[in-house]
Nanobody, 131 residues
């Protein structure tokens, strides 16, 4: 059974940092696309960052480029999101997600951080940034 468990959320002031973690179990971690998404109240869930677990290529939403870094610890089956220079507009529930890479569309969905390509989701961790 696939499980994704996020941790590391919390409340910080603008300009602060947080590191989110996602512990993965129930499948072979390597060979997937892993991603972070977020959803603010009243808004759609949006892609933040993604990574090919095999190879480590990373992709980011324009809104977080230069501030957030996605990384992984393959030996620990763990995904991370380092968030620096946080802004109030980063306030949201953050979700870890995993997607298989079987087809060209799967790869495209990984590169564009499109939720359509992610079939496994965690429960989320709340990030609140105050001004």
């Amino acid at each position: 059974q696939v499980q994704l468990v996020e941790s590391g959320g919390g409340s910080v002031q603008a300009g602060g940092s947080l590191r989110l973690s996602c512990a993965v179990s129930g499948y072979t971690y390597s060979g997937y696309c892993m991603g972070w998404f977020r959803q603010a109240p009243g808004k759609e869930r949006e892609g933040v960052a993604s990574i090919y677990t095999a190879g480590g290529n990373t992709y980011y939403a324009d809104s977080v480029k230069g501030r957030f870094t996605i990384s992984q610890a393959l030996a620990k089956n763990t995904l991370y999101l380092q968030m620096n220079s946080l802004k109030p507009e980063d306030t949201a529930m953050y979700y870890c997600a995993a997607g298989r890479l079987y087809t060209y569309d799967d790869s495209r969905n990984c590169r564009t951080i499109d939720r359509a390509g992610f079939g496994y989701w965690g429960q989320g961790t709340q990030v609140t940034v105050s001004s």
